[in-house]
């Protein structure tokens, strides 16, 4: 778990001013003047509501994971994807709209002050990673993977690699339908990076990667999931441990603690299994923390064996 | 955001009578129970000393994991969830969360269950342990105290067995009413909470009163299902969740109507109604209170506005100025004074 946790701001909520909002590729990235919620870690996420919280028909916050945040300016970014009619609603705001934000919210990555970082993004689960390479110490060089399904659903490619350059790191591409960068998924390049099967086409240096590797990923469930097992092999393959942070993507009520809709089975440093937040034990959970085996696409079922477990398993 | 609830220009207390006398509450807004954990993470996005009390998420006897994943829909207006009573058990409320609350300055109310009677009075007998005569805690019932009541939650509709939600039979309600009752302190109301779920709520109202309720709290959730079109399946892990939220407020104001109107004609015992269900403003709680309910708790609302209990009651104390009335007291059934004089026309 994050160490820094303990000095994070504490969240406010907010009318924030849209200050500059731009579509790019399939996204919407929008930029809020929110001094009080901009104290922020990579990692930690917003909680915006649709509408106006006393009037508007959608009750419920939408999260997103923060694309960068500002405490000089007072801002926050974020990178919107329109699922159903809230994120919608949200990607329509223009310059000048007033939006109310709860944040920074959750916790954030522990980032490594020295050795290697691998950055792992799935869609706009590279939203926060451009920030994140340029927020670590100057002894870590930071390397990117950056996958979505295709090329439109890529997020921010130009911004990560150009940060990640500045460590000393580079860039891979992946896409599942072959339309930019190399044809496949992130784990693909992942696995090459963290010395697992042959190098990659993209020039990625197989087997090069230290001692000390840390990874964090942003994504999908499924992806995340993935991400855990590939760098749990290549660990075991190359007998060099890697540490995975994922930053998990729950459906939330309220971001802040007191719905227990985003909950997941979590096993503690006691070794047993409860069902934390991700929004406050979260969104950032060591990934071989994460009870993987009970996480499934669409939700997460309760391990027979966690805290409080009705007899015989799930309820 | 501005708290104004420290300046409200008129008299919000509430006053409840346990068997050992009364009990003021100094706000008629409360948060409601599964919507405000206990009450910790909602501190600093308003002033929880400030309101009538926070009401705790229910307390059972064990830890409990709750249910699987999705547990949550949105709804128009609305929302349906389907947490299954997650929680860190008596004990660890008792050790952690309410003297957190205690420190803070806080009045809680403490809601609590039971898969059976038996769990029910280890729940209220172990809050009564915890609360009588500790330093920390206060003396319960009293300004100094904590525990400003219990609230009995016999409606919860997220409980495998349906046969286990106790306030669908006026029976086992009154069952589970009288033995918390009788394990609570006699210086602690007891508040029934009852679910809308029912044929004859007025039916229900009379047999907790009968048992010993010090009040009642209406309403819990409604039992709705929500599907995906997309998938063809359930949202909800578990097919069923409760609703709530402003999508079943005139649900609420007809439940609390019909019991303040059975009270008015004398069917039932005169006792004070807290009134829960999709209340976001002000003015929602004003329906709330002019049907009859003499405090109002604000719950699915604060997942999306956090600050909500405090802004609520700052804005039910305007308007109880507004109405030209110094308590907010004077106005609560007020909507029946009008049916009665045809001022309704």
């Not at chain 1, 997103?64 to 990607?91: I, K, M, N, Q, Y």
């Not at chain 2, 039971?114 to 172990?126: H, I, K, L």
Request: charged share 15%; aromatic share 2%; net charge negative.
């Amino acid at each position: 778990m994050t160490t820094a946790a303990a000095t994070d701001a504490a969240p406010a909520q907010v009318r924030a001013r849209v200050v500059a909002a731009a579509d790019t590729g399939v996204y919407r990235h929008l930029v809020l003047a929110a001094p009080a919620a901009s104290r922020a870690r990579p990692g930690q996420f917003v909680a915006v509501a649709v509408g106006d919280p006393t009037t508007s028909s959608m009750l419920l916050r939408r999260a997103f994971s923060l694309h960068r945040a500002d405490p000089v300016a007072g801002t926050v970014e974020v990178v919107v994807a329109a699922h159903g009619a809230g994120t919608a609603w949200v990607c329509e705001r223009q310059v000048g709209d007033e939006v109310d934000v709860v944040g920074p919210l959750g916790t954030g990555f522990d980032l490594p002050a020295s050795g290697r970082l691998v950055l792992v993004g799935g869609g706009y689960g590279s939203a926060p990673f451009a920030w994140t390479a340029a927020s670590v110490g100057p002894g870590v060089v930071v390397d990117a993977v950056v996958g979505a399904g295709d090329e439109a659903r890529l997020c921010d490619v130009d911004g990560i690699r150009a940060a990640v350059q500045a460590t000393g790191g580079q860039a891979y591409v992946t896409t599942v339908d072959g339309s930019a960068g190399r044809q496949g998924r992130v784990t693909d390049a992942l696995a090459d990076l963290l010395g697992e099967g042959p190098p990659g086409p993209a020039g990625s240096e197989g087997g090069t990667v230290a001692t000390g590797t840390v990874v964090a990923a942003c994504g999908p469930m499924a992806m995340l999931a993935a991400v855990a097992a590939t760098a749990s092999r290549a660990g075991q393959t190359t007998g060099r441990p890697v540490g995975v942070q994922v930053a998990v993507e729950e459906a939330m009520a309220c971001g802040i603690g007191i719905c227990m809709t985003c909950v997941l089975p979590v096993r503690g440093t006691d070794g047993r299994t409860r069902m934390l937040r991700s929004c406050t034990d979260g969104p950032v959970l060591d990934a071989d923390r994460v009870r993987w085996d009970c996480v499934g696409a669409h939700g997460a079922s309760v391990p027979a064996d966690a805290v409080g477990a009705p007899e015989g398993g799930a309820a | 955001m501005t708290d104004a609830t420290t300046t409200a220009p008129v008299d919000l207390s509430v006053r409840l009578v346990a068997p050992a006398g009364p009990v003021d509450l100094t706000g008629a807004v409360l948060t409601a129970s599964g919507c405000a954990a206990a009450g910790r993470e909602l501190d600093g996005y308003l002033d929880l000393a400030a309101l009538g009390g926070v009401v705790t998420k229910t307390i059972m006897r064990d830890p409990r994991s709750g249910r699987p994943t999705p547990r949550m829909a949105e709804t128009p207006s609305g929302m349906l969830n389907s947490i299954g009573l997650q929680g860190p058990g008596v004990e660890s409320f008792l050790a952690t969360d309410l003297p957190w609350l205690a420190r803070r300055g806080a009045r809680a109310v403490v809601s609590v269950a039971g898969e059976d009677v038996g769990e029910f009075v280890e729940v209220a007998t172990a809050v009564r342990r915890a609360t009588s005569g500790t330093d920390d805690l206060g003396s319960p019932g009293t300004d100094g105290g904590v525990l400003a009541a219990v609230e009995v939650n016999i409606s919860c509709p997220n409980v495998a067995n349906r046969g286990l939600v106790f306030a669908c039979d006026p029976g086992t309600a009154a069952d589970v009413v009288s033995a918390v009752r009788a394990a609570t302190d006699p210086r602690v109301p007891v508040l029934a909470k009852l679910s809308p779920d029912v044929t004859d709520i007025v039916a229900i109202a009379a047999s907790v009163l009968a048992a010993g309720a010090d009040g009642l709290v209406m309403v819990n959730t409604l039992l709705g299902v929500a599907i995906d079109v997309d998938r063809g399946t359930p949202v909800l892990s578990r097919v069923t969740g409760g609703l709530s939220g402003p999508a079943i407020r005139p649900v609420a104001v007809r439940c609390i109507w019909q019991v303040h109107a059975a009270m008015r004609a004398g069917l039932l015992p005169t006792a004070p109604i807290v009134g829960v269900g999709g209340v976001r403003t002000g003015r929602d709680a004003a329906e709330l209170v002019l049907a009859g309910a003499a405090a109002v708790q604000v719950g699915t609302v604060t997942f999306g506005d956090p600050s909500a209990p405090g802004r609520v009651q700052a804005e039910l104390g305007r308007w109880v100025g507004d109405r030209g009335a110094s308590s907010l007291s004077q106005l609560v059934g007020g909507a029946h004074d009008a049916v009665r004089t045809g001022g309704h026309a």
